[in-house]
């Protein structure tokens, strides 16, 4: 009795499962859509919130040598949509002593008239705000970013350090190479000081397939 009762379920059951379709509940295969991560596995419950972390070549003229410099470091962005617009704040760090080949040029005068390469380091922390457009395989990104930069000069250097209050245009360009990874460049302008500026190449992890805009 028991066999028979089990054996009219799975045939009052064939019908259903033979019938779900690819958007059915009983649908388990793996495959890359709007909403699922690199594996298939669905993000469609994952906000739209990214980071990206890369390299920076930073553009400023120094207070101790009044001589534009091109410094390399780190930068890390970390961003979240909503609707049309995102926001995010973003960091960058670079050593103006061990940086570029052209550094060693840059000298600064101590206070007993000797002169030596630059040292210390500089820092950036913004906040910003930004719209995109998608074409395809690209992203197109639009921001204006505030916030502050730092440089702190070593060998006694006058004066020992240095501010800047930012107000900067970026546009970026990123290139989606699967649901979840893009690869994009960076660059902005201080619109206060246009000696001050950036360009910048970052690798972006986003948490929904393609911030969740397909």
């Not at 800047?164 to 990874?181: G, S, Y």
Request: negative net charge; contains cysteine.
């Amino acid at each position: 009795m028991r066999r028979a009762l089990l054996i009219a379920i799975v045939l009052a059951a064939a019908p259903r499962l033979a019938s779900a379709d690819a958007d059915g509940p009983f649908d388990y295969h793996l495959h890359l859509c709007d909403d699922c991560g690199l594996a298939g596995s669905p993000t469609r419950g994952y906000s739209p919130v990214w980071v990206e972390a890369g390299v920076a070549m930073l553009h400023f003229v120094p207070a101790t040598t009044n001589q534009a410099l091109d410094v390399i470091g780190g930068q890390a962005r970390v961003l979240a949509r909503n609707g049309r617009y995102h926001v995010g704040f973003e960091f960058a760090f670079a050593d103006l002593a061990a940086t570029m080949p052209m550094m060693s040029a840059a000298r600064e005068t101590t206070p007993g008239g000797m002169t030596s390469p630059i040292g210390g380091d500089i820092t950036q922390s913004k906040l910003l705000i930004g719209t995109r457009a998608d074409l395809g395989p690209v992203t197109l990104i639009g921001e204006a970013a505030s916030g502050v930069q730092i440089a702190m000069y070593d060998n006694l250097a006058r004066p020992p350090s240095q501010f800047w209050l930012l107000m900067e245009a970026h546009a970026q360009a990123n290139v989606w190479l699967t649901p979840q990874v893009t690869l994009g460049a960076l660059a902005g302008i201080d619109v206060l000081d246009p000696s001050v500026a950036q360009l910048s190449v970052v690798v972006g992890y986003h948490l929904r397939a393609f911030d969740g805009t397909r």
